[in-house]
């Protein structure tokens, strides 16, 4: 959406009766010419207008570059304009350009409008003066501006103390500053608006411990993480990766790197982060586990790792006709998986399916001639017992 001067949406709307006046005429005006209308017909006609926007066009799609839109907010323009210290017409103005989305105009008529009526925090004036703040803040981090970003955060909690986003992206932004003592207060703020909510509460925990990483890796970590909330994925996986080597130390992003990794089939990039992860003193199982998974993702393939995870699971499960059927998936996947073809070779043992399992021994042996088990079993299979 480009953002234009509010005065030329009114002028467009009045552009017949402009244009009509740039011929120069001696005559007097006709006897029967038309009033100049007054601020309240002009209000009138903007809340006609946007109620008729309402009904137009799909519900959330509301915008300045709809034409009904556009046409309400000039008549809102023009009752303002014809009546300057009025209220009721400022605060229609900055409705209906919060309505539209068109933040810019929206703060700038909310302030019009308070300069008549003063702000009472909480309000419902307030509220949607606060939602224009929330947005520009918004775009204000987005375009990597964390200063205004946290100007706008810190005004839109102001008009609207429970505003539970602009805790969030307030905190957000004290975070990556490294305000890190201010962070927490707001986290835990955030938290009281939004409880339970898992993001907030992990990143409290990240603001807890950033101290220990340094402004710069935090950052890196946290534009990551925004990345990763917009579905930026292959950004989101750099900014972790930043993370990680900027502060060695920091676990969290070791492992966002890795996990992300892992969902996007990078098993180089994934065994790399876990192995930064394994390597620090608070290592779980978890990140061992996935250390292994991308170590023989990066040998074998992970779409063939993971369908011979899920059929061991399915085996352990005493689900052996499953099991079979992912081993099999395994082995088709990378025909050099051994022990893929090991493990069919057993399901297929066990279901005395002798054929089948020779077949698959015989694959296992092959690929893997120190495969002692598979050997003995091989020979039993082609004997039939």
């Known amino acids: 959406m480009s953002i234009r001067p509010a005065l030329l949406l009114s002028a467009a709307l009045l552009a017949g009766s402009a244009a009509a006046q740039t011929t120069t005429t001696t005559e007097p005006p006709a006897q ?73 105009q929206a703060e700038l008529a909310w302030n019009a409008y308070f300069r008549a009526a003063p702000a009472q925090p909480g309000s419902a004036e307030a509220r949607q003066a606060a939602t224009a703040q929330y947005n520009l803040g918004y775009a204000a981090y987005t375009r990597n501006q964390p200063d205004q970003a946290a100007r706008f955060f810190a005004t839109c909690l102001d008009l609207d103390a429970q505003n539970g986003d602009c805790a969030t992206w ?146 352990a499960a005493g689900d052996k006709a499953g099991a079979e059927t992912g081993f099999l998936d395994a082995t088709r996947q990378n025909p050099q998986y051994a022990k893929a073809w090991a493990w069919l070779g057993r399901t297929r043992y066990q279901g005395k399916n002798y054929t089948g399992a020779a077949e698959a021994y015989g694959q296992a042996v092959g690929l893997d001639p120190n495969d002692k088990s598979s050997a003995y079993f091989l020979r039993l299979a082609q004997q039939g017992k």
């Open 170 to 315: 307030a905190a957000r932004t004290a975070l990556e500053a490294g305000n890190y003592a201010q962070a927490q207060t707001l986290y835990a703020r955030a938290l009281q608006l939004k409880p339970g909510d898992k993001t907030l509460t992990y990143f409290q925990g990240v603001a807890q411990r950033a101290s220990q990483y340094g402004p710069a890796a935090t950052r890196a970590f946290s534009r990551a993480y925004a990345d990763l909330d917009a579905g930026r994925k292959t950004q989101a996986l750099a900014g972790f990766q930043e993370a990680a080597r900027t502060a060695p130390n920091f676990a969290e992003a070791w492992r966002e790197a890795g996990r992300l990794a892992l969902e996007l089939g990078n098993a180089q990039a994934a065994r790399a982060a876990y192995e930064g992860a394994v390597a620090l003193p608070g290592a779980t199982e978890g990140d061992r586990f996935n250390l292994a998974l991308a170590r023989e993702g990066e040998q074998y393939g992970l779409g063939a790792v993971r369908a011979f995870r899920a059929a061991y699971a399915k085996y």
């Open 32 to 104: 029967n010419a038309q009033p100049q209308r007054t601020a309240e017909q002009a209000a009138a006609q903007a809340r006609d207008l946007a109620e008729q926007a309402r009904r137009t066009y799909p519900q959330g799609s509301a915008s300045i570059d709809q034409t009904l839109w556009k046409q309400a907010a000039a008549a809102a323009e023009q009752a303002v304009a014809l009546a300057p210290d009025n209220a009721e017409y400022l605060r229609l103005r900055a409705q209906i350009y919060t309505e539209v989305g068109f933040w810019r």
